[in-house]
Nanobody, 115 residues
Framework: QVQLVESGGGLVQPGGSLRLSCATS????????MFWYRQAPGKQREFVAV???????SYANAVKGRFTISRDNAKITVYLQMNSLKPEDTAVYYC?????????WGQGTQVTVSS
């Protein structure tokens, strides 16, 4: 059974930082491309960042230079370090694993940026 469990969300002031984690089980993590997406209220889910199984990263323009995705294959966990947070970063953040034609989602973790 595949499980992706996000953690690390919360309430933070503008300019602050958070680190999200996504612990996985039931997948061949080292063979998976790992993504972070987010969905703000009333908006569609959008791409945030990806780290391929080979370690190549890509980011949405809105977060480039502020967010960093990383992975620990030994801990089968992917991370999203978020710095210089803005109110417009407020959303539910989802972890996603893609292996071949299969895709798996976590349940999401809420990030709220507000003073």
């Amino acid at each position: 059974q595949v499980q992706l469990v996000e953690s690390g969300g919360g309430l933070v002031q503008p300019g602050g930082s958070l680190r999200l984690s996504c612990a996985t089980s039931g997948i061949i993590f080292s063979s998976s491309n790992m993504f972070w997406y987010r969905q703000a209220p009333g908006k569609q889910r959008e791409f945030v960042a990806v780290m391929s199984k080979g370690g190549i990263t890509s980011y949405a323009n809105a977060v480039k230079g502020r967010f960093t995705i990383s992975r620990d294959n030994a801990k089968i966990t992917v991370y999203l370090q978020m710095n210089s947070l803005k109110p417009e970063d407020t959303a539910v953040y989802y972890c996603n694993a893609q292996i071949g034609v299969s895709t798996y989602w976590g349940q999401g973790t809420q990030v709220t940026v507000s003073s």
